[in-house]
């Protein structure tokens, strides 16, 4: 809507059908992923000059629960996944002397919730590199910068209420969180987004909490 070019990418192309982008259909969990994906978007869209990392995975487990498989899953693509886009994105900025990153964090890089303890593990960490990286890049003229939401009306959220016995009632106790009186809705993540990638050079290693208000308290 801002004007963009885009390619999204999905490891399932259902989830791409009908948006207004050039589809991406890549696993970034493998090893190969990464690199096969940035290949196909430059291909198909010319050279990149913008990169937001917004692919996730949730697990709900007790911290003694979680097996290997399932800490290497979350980590390969919440944090392993995003380095290795942004590596690639900051090699093809640096020459154009310009370019914007934003990496989608969450609420949980800032504060702590029972049985996500490899999710916040894996949040907490890009939040990190993202400054790491900002500091880094703000010489070459490229913004690095990062989001925080909280609790966002998307089919991973549905998929967490699920879990529980009632998914209506974990539902309204997330409302209950949420001193806006209802959840976040995807589109505001996307318009925050869009700010931090027109924003000015001096907004480096931002880490801009999207919550509605659920962290003040």
């Known amino acids: 809507a801002a004007g963009a070019v885009v390619a999204g990418v999905d490891r399932d192309a259902a989830g791409l059908v009908g948006l207004p982008l050039q589809p991406v259909v890549e696993d970034l969990a493998t090893a190969a992923g990464p690199e096969r994906a940035f290949a196909v978007a430059e291909s198909a869209i010319g050279p990149i000059d913008v990169l937001v990392n917004a692919a996730g995975i ?5 911290a003694d629960r979680y097996d290997a498989e399932e800490t290497a899953a979350i980590l390969a693509i919440n944090l392993v996944a995003p380095m290795r886009l942004c590596s690639m994105a900051v090699a093809r900025m640096r020459p154009l002397g310009r370019g914007a990153i ?9 504060v ?7 999710y916040c593990a894996s949040k907490g960490g890009i939040l990190a590199y993202t400054r790491a990286l900002a500091l880094e890049c703000a010489p070459l003229g490229i913004r690095v ?3 925080c939401p909280g609790p966002i009306d998307t089919p991973m959220l549905q998929r967490e209420f699920a879990h529980g016995c009632d998914a209506g009632a974990e539902r309204d106790a997330a409302i209950r969180t949420m001193p806006i009186g209802r959840l976040g809705r995807p589109e505001e993540v996307a318009e925050v987004v869009a700010f931090l990638l027109a924003a000015p050079a001096l907004v480096q290693g931002a880490a801009l909490v999207v919550d509605g208000g659920k962290t003040l308290s």
């Open 58 to 62: 949730s697990r709900i487990r007790p």
């Open 102 to 110: 934003v990496n989608i964090a969450s609420e949980l890089a800032l």
């Open 112 to 118: 702590a919730q029972p049985g996500y303890t490899a």
């Open 145 to 147: 910068n990062a989001v």
